[in-house]
């Protein structure tokens, strides 16, 4: 089955996989300084940046044998330990700092995924309930979306907790979901067919009503807080309702204005070497923030985003750090 999709793999999919995966690196670095124009490119990325790339790991979602699903399970459960441990070996404000300090308050916090590794668990979870949800009501989307819609807006209600990331679990479900129909009901050339100018438009509207909004929920559209947190839970669940109406569009748009492009194409293939060791250069630009006092506006974190980008396409060449992205896959390769 591999090999078949394979052979039919759409490479605009993988220019759009290797360009989101550019905006979530830019997006975290913008995130250290979230004044001025970085927190309003912040918002306005994070409203469509892990809703595709979710919808990108749904649309390659397969049924498979029990064998084959739960290798893929144990990979991802492996690479989510293997990362979990290097990410709590050092800090998060100083790269270098490998000490015992806080080990103690490390381990005990294990079952939070650290940094971005919330989507390797989630990913994990979005595969088991795919598999064992009533194929009946999962593969009818009169019936799956709107349930799927209404539990990540329930989700809100559960108490503040990061443990197991259950909560963007639930509230990224439906665009898993969305990305598993693009594929069964063959939509992905009709996204593609949209008008590019009415796209580019929407798109053009939305960053501009982003630049003139201020004081904005950043948490609302990356399904981090309970409503609970917020002044008035009514607001809170209002404005989540609200983000899953301009988000999902506003994806669609910017998944059809992508051109496919053989370079990113070709990176494309590799975004979960990009998407597990973008946490490091986000550590060291921190570092560097605090320690050298550099400057922190959004021209400079595009410059250190593009640096980045080109310094973790030469450490994928090394074998060592492909091997912990892939460690079954490598097991299975050598026996």
Known sequence: MESTIEKRRDTTLDSIKFVIIALVVFGHTAQLDMEGLNAHLFLFGASFRMPIFIMMS????????????WRVILELLLILLI?????????????????????WE???????PN????????LCFWRLIMRYYPRKIRDNYKFS??????????????????????QK???????FLFGYYIH????????????????????IFYLIVVLLIHNFPVSMVTGSLSYSVGSDWRIMFVLRALGYFWMLPLSICVMNV????????????NTMFYYLYHPFFISLMNWCIISFNIPSSALFMGIYTIISLFAMYWLSKIPLLNYLTKPVTTIRSKI
């Open 58 to 69: 749904g649309y390659f979602y397969r049924d498979s044998d029990s064998l084959k699903f």
């Open 83 to 103: 990362f979990q441990v290097i990410y709590f070996s050092s800090g998060w404000t100083d790269p270098f700092d490998f000490s015992l300090r806080g080990v």
């Open 106 to 112: 490390r381990i005990t916090h294990i079952y939070i």
């Open 115 to 122: 940094k971005a590794l919330w989507y390797i668990l989630s």
């Open 145 to 166: 979306i709107p349930i799927a819609f209404c539990v990540s807006l329930l989700a809100g209600f559960a108490p503040q907790a990061y443990g197991l990331a259950f």
């Open 169 to 175: 679990t639930l509230v990224f479900f439906p665009y």
């Open 184 to 203: 069964k009901y063959d939509l992905w050339k009709k996204i593609r067919a949209l008008s590019k100018v009415k796209c580019g438009i929407i798109i």
């Open 258 to 269: 992508i051109p496919d492009c053989p370079l990113f194409a070709e990176q494309g293939k």
